[in-house]
């Protein structure tokens, strides 16, 4: 099948980071994809390859659609490509964000009309990233397992140019500007650590045992691999929080704010899931903290817990998959 991706940038990173590494699954797995970006400055860094990029279409344009037609995170798409899946009837997917809130298993699959515009009268079908097998699952490349089994931290660091010191703690930093970044150093202060951060984020003075190095802008194979190599990675929005999970190591996940706090309860639901305890987490999502409590992070027990939960994931469903079988079964006009 042909499969025409559209993407509109919400938060920088995670829109784009997901929607191609979805559109590189696809095509590895042998289907025509092209992806439409409104901003594909990212991608240039997250390195796309040969993959097929266009720029986001204008208002009137209306281009020859794939037989799929995903709307990545609700974006809505522009009036002309609304009028070629009225006349040209693909399979409409809005793709929405990953949560494990309950309604996810209730809505997954789901037709939603369209009521009103250019496409009145066609319908789209829900699909939902989950945690569970009434969802879509997660996104997994075909060769992460080889690959993370593969994988060698001492020799990535060397290869990578940066050594780290013996008995070093590693700590990768992807977060919001709003984190509470004084009490992140404060907590990181009670043993030797080198924090890694990406760019964007500009740190106060760190204290004595905390040693900061600003990474430059990684692909997306040399993040997952970063991620791999750390004692604790802390991410930010949708692809690091799921590559995190992947890398099998203790996370911290900074979530995309929301004005209703929506974020909050989709953090606990996640929480409640994993059964963590929601103290630290709550804590660094909230932008006055000053004490943050990270020692149970670097325990054995954390990281054996990390392990069985990305072992937990592994036995679930897998995104691709999922959406490639369940697109066959649609078929059919959407209107």
């Known amino acids: 099948m042909r499969w025409s991706l559209f993407c509109r940038v919400v938060d920088n990173f995670g829109d784009a980071g997901f929607c191609l590494r979805l559109a590189r699954e696809l095509r590895a797995r042998g289907e025509s994809v092209e992806l439409f970006i409104d901003d594909p400055r990212p991608l240039a860094w997250m390195q796309p390859g040969d993959l097929r990029i266009l720029p986001w279409p204008s208002e009137n344009e209306e281009p020859a659609l794939g037989e799929v037609v995903i709307e990545a995170f609700g974006c809505e798409l522009p009036p002309g490509v609304q009028i070629a899946c009225a006349r ?40 939902y990233p989950g945690f569970s097998a ?3 699952g997660l996104l997994r490349e075909a060769g992460l397992e080889a690959a993370w089994k593969a994988h060698s931290s001492a020799a990535w660091w060397r290869e990578m140019g940066l050594p780290p010191l013996p008995g070093e703690r590693q700590v990768s930093l992807f977060a919001y500007p709003h984190a509470p970044l004084p009490a992140l150093l404060a907590a990181l202060a009670d043993a030797p650590t080198r924090l890694l951060v990406s760019p964007g984020l500009v740190l106060p003075a760190a204290p004595p045992n905390v040693r900061v190095c600003a990474l430059p802008w990684l692909s997306q194979s040399a993040f997952d691999r970063l991620l791999w190599s750390c004692d604790l990675n ?13 890398a099998g190591k203790p996370f911290l996940w900074h979530i995309y704010p929301q004005h209703d706090r929506a974020h909050l309860a989709k953090l606990d639901a996640f929480l409640a899931l994993q059964g963590t305890s929601p103290a630290a987490w709550h804590a660094w999502n909230n932008p006055v903290t000053t004490d943050l409590q990270l020692a149970s992070f670097f325990e054995p027990a954390t990281r054996a817990k990390a392990l069985a939960w990305r072992e937990r994931l592994l036995s679930g469903p897998e995104l691709v998959n999922t959406l490639l079988t369940w697109a066959a079964k649609q078929g059919g006009p959407t209107s």
């Open 88 to 127: 040209q009837a693909p399979l409409w997917i809005n793709l929405e964000y990953l949560s494990a809130e309950a309604y996810v298993e209730r809505c997954h699959g789901l037709p939603s009309p369209v009521m009103s515009g250019p496409a009145r009268g066609c319908v789209k079908r829900f699909f």
């Open 134 to 136: 009434a969802t879509g």
């Open 234 to 246: 802390l991410v930010r929005g949708e692809d690091s929080f799921v590559r995190a999970q992947w």
